[in-house]
């Protein structure tokens, strides 16, 4: 796992950039595409409106000119010059302007905004649109294109006026884009949905790798648990065999006494895995009384008075809660306390200084236990109700356990609808505040 892991990080990490470099060369290629098709299409579509346009002045009917003073072929008779009319005298602007759109829908291009002109070769404007002069001299972001307006000058007279349809696509990169927004919207969210899926496989493999490790560390500790009072049962046997030990009803009755003792140290440790057991299966059932909590922990404090003595130890109460009844299962809350208690005494050194308070708020029995122990990192405190979970002791290298009694302490408290906090300094001790709903008549 340790090998594997960081090839596997490498592995991903090279795919999704690989994969990001290419959707962006497509995405680029996929611009210059469109920017291509959005030229050929609005070339089509001007040159059909140009054509059009053309055709229908075309077809109209030329206008007459007199020329005042010209050569007479006759008394009366006047050489007369025809010409045809122009854009301006055949269409309004609004019609040039629904001709370019109907254009533009048939070719698809129905959503795209554009400013045009009619004006004739020498640039000379008959009319143009409203946001048209303000757009002709952006020539960096704007397309402009122009059309002439083609007409058939067979038996017109001696002049022929020649327009120009001039269009202009203001701002031709965004609305290129604006037409690709659904397809990059939809890039950036698959994008995003394997980035999401490779932090997800990332943070299952290091969850795995705590597991795994959490694990080892259970089955090591497991096998210290059972290995001590197994050997320690083995040498009683062994000197319960000797003659001298059984011909000494005393010395027979110690060791038997060492038997029993170790059998029942082994029997607490059985009954801790199972009862892990049971609450990873299931939630805790409560057996729910009315408990007074002082006379509780002065109960369970008296049962460590040999652990105290051999640590030079003592436990201070200060327990000034004015209510102290609570609704709870007397058995888990008790072996709650008694978890906290032997926690401190187990971090702690000689000589061993722990206390206990309580006060209550309108509602909550308040309880802290505090110890001048080894303290714990503020990673520890994070992980400290995790199960199989043990705090690294340093130097101190007597305490024992399988890392299950702070998560039964949580699930005990979770149960009773409390609250725990921790707080812990490296060197200085740890205190740990449960909060717990008070019994009210």
Known sequence: ??????????????????????????????????????????????????????????????????????????????????????????????????????????????????EFAISDVEGNYEFYSPGYEQEFWDTINNKRNYY???????????????????????????????????ILVGAITFMLIIIAAFYVTVKTLLNQKKLSQIKSDFINNMTHEFKTPLATISLAVDALRTPKVQANPEKGAYFTNII????????????????????????????????????????????????????????????????DLISGDDAHFRNMISNLIDNAIKYSQDPVHIKISTHSTKNHLVIRIEDNGIGMSKESVKR???????????????????????????????????????????GKGTSFTVEVPLMHD
């Open 148 to 182: 002439a307006i083609l007409r058939d000058t067979d038996n017109l007279a001696f002049t022929e006026t020649n327009e120009v349809l001039i269009i202009i696509v203001p701002d031709v990169e965004n609305q290129v884009w604006a037409s690709l927004r659904w």
């Open 260 to 323: 029993k003792e170790e059998n029942i140290r082994m029997n607490k440790h059985v009954e801790t895995i199972l009862q892990a057991a049971f609450l990873e299966k299931q939630e805790l059932n409560l057996n729910l009384s009315k408990i007074d909590v002082h006379e509780m922990i002065q109960e369970v404090a008296s049962t460590f008075a040999l652990q105290l003595n051999d640590k030079n130890g003592k436990i201070d109460f200060l327990l000034n809660a004015s209510n």
């Open 384 to 426: 400290v109700f995790e199960k199989f979970y043990r705090a690294h002791t340093g130097n101190l290298h007597n305490v024992k356990g399988f890392g299950l009694g702070m998560s039964y302490v949580k699930t005990v408290i979770d149960a009773h609808k409390g609250k725990i906090k921790v707080d812990s300094v490296v």
């Open 1 to 114: 796992m340790k090998r594997t892991f960081p090839i596997i990080v490498i592995l991903i990490s090279l795919s999704l950039l690989g994969l990001f470099l290419l959707q962006a060369s497509w995405f680029d290629n996929l611009m210059e595409v469109t920017k291509s098709q959005l030229s050929e299409k609005i070339n089509a579509g001007g040159v059909s409106v140009a054509n059009d346009i053309g055709k229908s002045t075309r077809s109209s009917q030329p206008l007459r000119l007199n020329r005042r003073g010209g050569l007479l072929l006759g008394s009366e008779l006047q050489i007369k010059l025809f010409r045809q009319p122009t854009v301006e005298e055949r269409f309004t602007m609004e019609e040039v302007r629904e001709k370019i759109e109907k254009e533009f829908e048939r070719v698809q291009l129905g959503k795209l905004k554009f």
